[in-house]
């Protein structure tokens, strides 16, 4: 039988796997929790407003939000946790793959990286239940519906014209910003080198005025993800590392 | 050397020692025409407060599945009450519930058939009609739960232009083919005992729309041996085969969850243990939906005797035991392991606020069955049976509630944790509930809901003879 589509190759080439392509560093001891990124993120990658009911309900769909915790077993009551920006930890390993009977949720050979295919989902939601990270934002109303919102008629010349709206009833997610990643592969490729390290950035990282997040290739020992990982190896750390999800965001706490 | 005992004290024989197997559905025979015509009678003999409460579920299933339904496909999931951790909700509790439900059918048809328990013989019939139209109830409620209902079709394996098969890594594509598997075999057999009724419908029914149906349903069966053998041997065949789907099916619908890598819920032990769940409230559905038959349909106090009942009863009880078992197991596991987060949704389980939901699953889950079912005499009472069997359905959902929505509040990231609480899911889960008592409903004026061939072929096969002074039943096998 013929198939008009080359299938991947999967191969346990365990360098490449551990390395990644993009990576991202979060110091949370620079965060100042301003929510900066949130803000970008939400402009950059078209995330809808929810309205103040649906967000008030816990269906705010940020792709990246800061988590404040507090620390009430050392200090009861007392001591809070530095902040940490969570979001899409791009797995290697992801749990949310997997599970999607309709490959909505797939894998990015080649950018190794999470991606949501929104024209594909069926809404079943059982990537967002398997998530240990709960990045995983669900189109729960018709968000983008000017008919039944008023203000989107203003509101969506704002819209970035590189990503797509989504629909109702499917599942979103941070993409590391691929649409800059292809831009940035783009131009490169135009002028025939290599992308380099710090040609373009992510929305959050853009945005964060205390520098507190850093994007870049993981496969370039120079770049800054790598430097800034390896200069304080004692601080770093991935989320949930016990799950061996292999998240490409490292990071950085327990400093001054 | 002969050693004589002398009893210390006569024993008095026990009250329920002293049963007259006289009253035993298969040590009284009718006349083979007297018991069609009775179960004819009972199936074309309709009141008007039949057709009132078909009326009233009629209403009810066309305001929620149809417009509910209709306004959750059209605004989106957010009318149900889901939010960012509880992704799944009271719509999957609902599919988890009917799957369970329809185990008990081809648990009592298939496992007794194979067992060759004789009281099953008047009430096979009413048990795998439930699964049947238990089975339409899931799959409507996963429907319900889907976000893009109109793209089901992605899901099935369909060749495409694009070539894009849908995964099987995923434990809903294994649901997916277990539940179509499960009711596309347990709708055959439900219909393969069911050809000598509709045949013998058939000739005793003289015109109307009916008579064409029934000619047609029934193959044109006419009772010659050679039939009855084919018949004999395929239900055989489907009685064994069908075990093993049988087990497989909640076990993969088990999957949906032990797959996950959520706290809770991935443990080894949710196979098996959600096979004896889907047993405990599928049995206790069957006492419910006998009690009813029994209390609502003509000439049925004939064929569904108390004998009936305390089977079923026995089986509660054993099945209750076993999903006890199985519920310390769950507890056992997580306790072995040591996982923070399994031990942090335990303490929310039972303290949290929802905690009353689980003290109330324990409490009509086991301490009412094991209360009430060792005592032959209430195992005999349908109503009681009815009313036991009714809490543990309720326990039942409690315990699929806990484990979905109540469970998946608990998550590895604190940040999140919310609480779920039901919006338009209510209306919703009656209305699935509607639909099955009205399917019955309706099914009961269609088909006989006794399988009467077969209570007259246990009939002839069983025979009270005298030993000695005391009277036995005796069973000649036939097959």
Same mark, same amino acid.
């Given at each position: 039988m013929t198939t008009n589509i080359e299938l991947p190759v999967f191969t346990n080439n365990s360098e490449v796997e551990l390395q990644g392509k993009w990576g991202m560093v979060v110091d949370q001891d620079l965060c100042t929790g301003c929510q900066a990124c949130v803000a970008a993120c939400s402009m950059e990658n078209n995330v809808p407003f929810v309205g103040e009911e649906d967000a008030g309900y816990g269906r705010a769909m940020h792709w990246i939000r800061i988590e404040r915790l507090w620390d009430?077993?050392?200090?009861p009551g007392v001591k809070m946790t530095s902040y940490q920006p969570t979001m899409c930890q791009q797995c290697h390993n992801a749990p949310c793959e997997p599970v999607c009977p309709v490959y909505a949720s797939v894998h990015s050979q080649s950018e190794d990286l999470n991606l949501q295919v929104y024209n594909r989902c069926v809404g079943t939601r059982y990537c967002g239940n398997n998530c240990p990270y709960q990045v995983r934002a669900f189109n729960? &109303? =018709?968000? +983008? =519906?000017? &008919? +039944? &919102?008023?203000?989107l008629t203003v509101l969506q010349n704002q819209l970035n014209p590189d990503v797509t709206v989504r629909r109702r009833s499917v599942m979103e997610k941070c993409t590391f910003c691929i649409q800059r990643i292809h831009g940035a592969e783009d131009k490169a490729k135009s002028e025939g080198r290599e992308i380099r390290d710090g040609e373009f950035t992510s929305a959050c990282a853009q945005a964060c005025p205390a520098n507190a997040i850093t994007f870049g290739r993981l496969d370039d020992p120079q770049s800054a993800v790598n430097k800034a990982a390896a200069a304080s190896p004692s601080r770093s750390r991935h989320l949930l590392d016990e799950l061996q999800t292999m998240p490409r965001v490292t990071y950085l706490t327990g400093g001054v | 050397m002969a050693s004589y005992a002398k009893p210390l004290a006569r024993r008095k024989p026990h009250a329920q020692e002293h049963e007259d197997p006289r009253e035993l559905l298969m040590h009284d025979p009718l006349p083979r025409g007297q018991m069609n015509a009775m179960v004819m009678e009972s199936m074309h003999e309709t009141t008007p407060i039949f057709w009132v409460v078909a009326a009233i579920l009629a209403v009810i299933v066309v305001y929620t599945l149809g417009y509910d339904w209709y306004v959750v496909i059209m %605004? /989106? %999931? /957010?009318?149900? /009450?889901?939010l960012r951790p509880d992704y799944w909700g009271v719509f999957l509790v609902n599919t988890v519930f009917w799957i369970g439900i329809s185990h008990a059918g081809t648990f009592i048809s298939a496992i007794l058939r194979v067992l060759k328990i004789e009281s099953r013989r008047p009430f096979t019939r009413a048990a795998e009609l439930m699964t049947t139209f238990g089975l339409v109830q899931a799959g409507l409620s996963i429907f319900m739960h889907l976000g893009r209902v109109w793209l089901v079709y992605w899901m099935f394996p369909i060749p495409n232009e694009r070539t894009i098969w849908p995964d099987f890594h995923s434990p809903l594509m294994w649901d997916l083919m277990a539940i179509t598997t499960y009711l596309l075999c347990s709708t055959m057999y439900l219909f393969l005992p069911l050809i000598p009724d509709l045949a013998m419908s058939r000739d005793r029914t003289e015109s109307g729309w009916l008579k064409p149906f029934y000619k047609i349903l029934a193959l044109g069966f006419r009772g010659t041996e050679g039939e009855w053998k084919n018949l004999t041997t395929a239900m055989n065949i489907f009685a064994f085969a069908i075990i093993p789907v049988m087990f497989s099916v909640h076990t993969i619908v088990s999957w949906d969850f032990a797959m996950a890598t959520r706290p809770g819920w991935s443990s080894t032990v949710f196979g098996p243990y959600f096979v004896i769940g889907a047993l405990h409230s599928g049995m206790a559905a069957v006492a419910i939906v006998l009690f009813l038959l029994r209390s609502t349909m003509k000439h049925y106090k004939y064929f569904l005797r108390p004998e009936a009942f305390n089977t079923i009863g026995m089986l509660m009880l054993l099945v209750s035991m076993a999903w006890a078992y199985f519920y310390f197991n769950d507890y056992i596991v997580p306790w072995y392991g040591g996982n923070k987060w399994d031990k942090i949704l335990q303490e929310y389980t039972e303290k949290g606020p929802l905690g009353y939901l689980w003290f109330t699953m324990l409490f009509v889950n086991i301490v009412v069955p094991w209360a009430t079912l060792w005592n032959k005499k209430w195992r005999e009472t349908p109503w009681l049976l009815a009313i036991v069997g009714f809490l543990i359905n309720i326990g039942m959902y409690l315990e699929r509630y806990i484990i979905i929505p109540v469970g998946v509040t608990i998550n590895r990231m604190p940040f999140t944790w919310r609480q779920y609480y039901p919006r338009i899911e209510i209306p919703l889960t009656i209305g699935t509930f509607s639909l099955f008592l009205l399917l019955y409903m309706l099914a009961s004026r269609v088909i006989p809901l006794i399988p009467v061939w077969e209570v007259q072929e246990g009939q002839e096969a069983h025979m009270i003879r005298k030993m000695g002074k005391a009277e036995v039943s005796t069973l000649s096998d036939m097959e």
């Open positions: 009430n077993t050392t200090f729960w &109303r =018709d968000y +983008t =519906d000017a &008919r +039944t &919102r008023p203000y | %605004q /989106g %999931q /957010g009318v149900t /009450g889901e």
